[in-house]
């Protein structure tokens, strides 16, 4: 086990009718405020309605900005920046899924900052400073309601890229898995990729001795795999709702990864998928993490692959190859299971693109920890997802 | 599930060579603290030189109070409250195990509070105000490290109650593994099963649909399953004793009991039974454990016993009685293992005591929510362990 820091700050709020903790959380921390969301469907939960009444009540000055979309824009985030300087708001509100708490961490960190917030993304500046942040989660997936974690994507440079600061985490979040009854049944799937998605990212590890966090990990994949598809048949199975809500949020707020190395080749890879294609990142997700295992499973010393395979699919065999293979053959059924696609190529992808998005890959930084990946690497997981 | 409220904000630096964060969480919150210490250990480890080396290099004022004991008592509480209001003392630094961390919560609870401190533990008075506290952890077992509960033994009343608040979680804490490699056997056995019962008590609960919490609470069983029996065969192995020390934290930071009504009737039997005999708490929960356990999964319609005996035992069987009776021996023989005596009779307490120490138990407040027990039920059980 390595040594670690841990900090996870953000108080969270979870449960049926836990959204009036607005009223303490938001009065003692400003009065004039952004209010950021997204396509609309607050308005069709009635989130809207009550936070407006909220803020109303407590004499909060707001300014909404609206229209944020999946894969989140860095004119969006320059967009809040600006309304905050021009009406001088103090705190920023989040009301949305990943898409829309991502965009408000970018425009609180780029608020007190003088030069450009695409800075933060490429390595540039650090943050040193922010708004304070406060969500209401509406789209089981990211994590990003826990974490200090953001990842814009820039349409001029067609780069997705993350920022990551403890600075960043939500002083609040509201957790009410009710809001996630009308998320569509893709968007539902895709977040269930994600969570699962995430957990692999730092299961899959160099770091010796990580006993406890690996069985934690496991825990949190079980969920996935019991709740992801009774969330599908039954949206509004408040339960299957809550598990994948609260597991969400366990699996990247740090839990995981403290006292480990984590690897986010597969992560770093679909980032740049997602910024050619604007294809949901749980959906990339999906097609390329059975490409990234079955590339770097083939050299694992420590057996991870194994205990991944048995633990989680219940896989016994002598023979290690064949154990690992149907460890990931189980994977790819999961997500076929939940109507995910398996190839890059049905996504929107162009086989003329890949060599120039491994290439792209590599140069925005070190790729993979688990194994680290140069470009040829890159390129040929590309292919073999394609 | 049902609703809760995430706080966590103790910040933990984990790992070898961590003291050295004093210097930066000290200083900022104040000129003029108190130290508290237990037997004299943290000399042996260096402890108390390199603390008294950074609060001299800072410029901080301090006074010592050591010589706190297992089952800290309310009259070192006092004597602590006394030297911070003679010397106007403005932050609480521990350093030792659950006992004097829990002390350090009390005294710094006690401090604004004009009344006697033993009112937050009769519920007479409520937590609203505290001087900060930091640890540094050389036991691992209470997670006291990380929560907001203390508990202290009235001498004079022969009680042993606590207190819970969020107020009462330290600024952070500071565990570092390798301070407790000096951990004698038994206490480092007592730590484990004290560990192990706090998993118990929040894994034995009757809400339904925790599904997350109880595949995170198996975890942290397999940690202390496999890595308790490591720390005694081989003290200074480090991956063992950090395995046992971040699960001891995890186990008992509310992580396990978010969202779920919790138990700890054996944790209120074994209270009054370290009261009466001062025998260290660990092996109280190793005798009262498995009686509770055979007294209580007699009415069991959800199947928790079930459960526990499959998932944490392995074991499997078409007889529910047998299976559940199967778990309970494996619990104890793990204590046995362990070099925990199971039996009352052992350790001090005398078969006419038992009536009495039922009766006062059940004063002192509710008993278990798994199972409601009355007078007659903890008379039982204790009958049963002796």
Same mark, same amino acid.
């Given at each position: 086990?390595?040594?670690? !820091?841990?900090?996870? /700050?953000?108080?969270?709020?979870?449960? &049926?009718?836990? #959204?009036?903790?607005?009223? %303490?959380? *938001?009065?003692?921390?400003?009065?004039?405020?952004?209010?950021?969301?997204?396509?609309?469907?607050?308005?069709?939960?009635?989130?809207?309605?009550?936070?407006?009444?909220?803020?109303?009540?407590?004499?909060?000055?707001?300014?909404?900005?609206?229209?944020?979309q999946p894969n989140p824009r860095?004119?969006?985030?320059?967009?809040?920046?600006?309304?905050?300087?021009?009406?001088?708001?103090?705190?920023?509100?989040?009301?949305?899924?990943?898409?829309?708490?991502?965009?408000?961490?970018?425009?609180?960190?780029?608020?007190?900052?003088?030069?450009?917030?695409?800075?933060?993304?490429?390595?540039?500046?650090?943050?040193?400073?922010?708004?304070?942040?406060?969500?209401?989660?509406?789209?089981?997936?990211?994590?990003?309601?826990?974490?200090?974690?953001?990842?814009? !994507?820039?349409?001029? /440079?067609?780069?997705?890229?993350?920022? &990551?600061?403890? #600075?960043?985490?939500?002083? %609040?979040? *509201?957790?009410?898995?009710?809001?996630?009854?009308?998320?569509?049944?893709?968007?539902?799937?895709?977040?269930?990729?994600?969570?699962?998605?995430?957990?692999?990212?730092?299961?899959?590890?160099?770091?010796?001795?990580?006993?406890?966090?690996?069985?934690?990990?496991?825990?949190?994949?079980?969920?996935?795999?019991?709740?992801?598809?009774?969330?599908?048949?039954?949206?509004?199975?408040?339960?299957?709702?809550?598990?994948?809500?609260?597991?969400?949020?366990?699996?990247?707020?740090?839990?995981?990864?403290?006292?480990?190395?984590?690897?986010?080749?597969?992560?770093?890879?679909?980032?740049?998928?997602?910024?050619?294609?604007?294809v949901t990142h749980g959906i990339?997700?999906?097609?390329?993490?059975?490409?990234?295992?079955?590339?770097?499973?083939?050299?694992?010393?420590?057996?991870?692959?194994?205990?991944?395979?048995?633990?989680?699919?219940?896989?016994?065999?002598?023979?290690?190859?064949?154990?690992?293979?149907?460890?990931?053959?189980?994977?790819?059924?999961?997500?076929?299971?939940?109507?995910?696609?398996?190839?890059?190529?049905?996504?929107?992808?162009?086989?003329?693109?890949?060599?120039?998005?491994?290439?792209?890959?590599?140069?925005?930084?070190?790729?993979?920890?688990?194994?680290?990946?140069?470009?040829?690497?890159?390129?040929?997981i590309l292919k073999n997802a394609?």
């Amino acid at each position: 086990m390595e040594n670690f !820091t841990y900090a996870i /700050s953000t108080r969270v709020y979870f449960g &049926r009718d836990t #959204l009036h903790n607005l009223e %303490f959380e *938001i009065p003692k921390r400003a009065s004039r405020i952004l209010f950021v969301y997204g396509s609309g469907s607050i308005k069709r939960l009635g989130v809207y309605e009550e936070v407006t009444a909220i803020l109303k009540t407590h004499h909060i000055q707001y300014q909404e900005l609206s229209g944020v979309q999946p894969n989140p824009r860095l004119d969006t985030v320059k967009e809040g920046i600006r309304l905050c300087r021009d009406h001088d708001l103090r705190f920023v509100l989040a009301a949305g899924g990943g898409s829309v708490i991502d965009s408000v961490k970018a425009i609180a960190a780029g608020v007190p900052y003088k030069g450009d917030p695409w800075d933060f993304f490429t390595g540039n500046a650090q943050v040193h400073n922010t708004l304070p942040i406060g969500t209401v989660l509406t789209v089981a997936g990211t994590g990003s309601e826990m974490n200090g974690n953001a990842v814009i !994507t820039n349409t001029t /440079s067609q780069q997705k890229l993350a920022v &990551r600061s403890d #600075l960043l985490r939500p002083q %609040f979040s *509201i957790l009410d898995p009710s809001f996630t009854f009308t998320v569509p049944r893709e968007q539902t799937a895709a977040g269930v990729v994600d969570i699962f998605s995430h957990i692999l990212e730092q299961y899959f590890s160099p770091t010796p001795d990580t006993y406890v966090q690996d069985r934690i990990s496991e825990s949190l994949l079980y969920t996935c795999m019991k709740y992801g598809p009774i969330a599908l048949r039954e949206p509004n199975n408040y339960n299957a709702r809550a598990q994948l809500m609260w597991t969400s949020s366990l699996a990247l707020n740090g839990l995981l990864t403290y006292g480990k190395i984590t690897d986010w080749a597969t992560h770093a890879i679909e980032h740049k998928v997602s910024a050619v294609t604007d294809v949901t990142h749980g959906i990339g997700l999906a097609i390329l993490t059975p490409a990234w295992m079955e590339y770097v499973s083939k050299d694992d010393p420590a057996g991870r692959f194994i205990d991944y395979a048995q633990h989680i699919w219940g896989i016994d065999g002598r023979k290690k190859e064949a154990v690992v293979k149907k460890g990931i053959e189980k994977t790819k059924a999961f997500f076929a299971s939940l109507g995910m696609p398996s190839r890059l190529k049905d996504v929107g992808v162009q086989e003329s693109q890949l060599r120039d998005m491994a290439a792209s890959i590599v140069a925005s930084g070190d790729v993979g920890k688990f194994r680290r990946l140069n470009e040829d690497n890159v390129y040929t997981i590309l292919k073999n997802a394609y």
